[in-house]
């Protein structure tokens, strides 16, 4: 049994090694150079902004710096979406993994806003 606990920054900095190897593999062309610097930015920020989201400052701090990563996540599937349209890597089928985490990433970071959000929303009815 596999007693390791979840750890999204792991997850994060996974996702994020994942996506150099997707850039690395992508062509020496016009449209796969700029994809790749696109993706490079958007494919990494997420580990490194929650690296930032853990030292917020505060609840809306934190709520802010996870809508940012939730934001990359986002722009990291659009660009995940572009290459398998153009096959721009073969066989295309190394993209589904890679595709499937970017899913669930972007749901759990959204609960995670979530949640806080709720949380804010009970300490100020329980200040009132």
Do not use: W
């Not at 790749?36 to 709520?63: H, K, M, V």
Request: aromatic share 4%; with cysteine; glycine share 4%.
């Amino acid at each position: 049994m596999n007693n390791k606990v979840f750890d999204l920054e792991d997850r994060l900095v996974d996702f994020s090694s994942r996506i150099i190897d997707v850039v690395e593999t992508l062509p020496d062309s016009r449209a796969g150079n700029y994809i790749a610097g696109q993706l490079i930015r958007c494919g990494l920020a997420p580990a490194l902004l929650y690296g930032e989201a853990q030292s917020a400052e505060s609840r809306n701090d934190f709520i802010h710096k996870m809508k940012i990563v939730l934001k990359e996540l986002k722009e990291t599937r659009v660009c995940l979406k572009l290459i398998r349209k153009r096959e721009m890597i073969n066989p295309i089928s190394r993209m589904d993994k890679l595709g499937k985490e970017n899913e669930e990433l972007i749901a759990i970071v959204s609960k995670s806003i979530d949640t806080a959000n709720k949380n804010i929303r009970l300490v100020n009815k329980q200040e009132q």
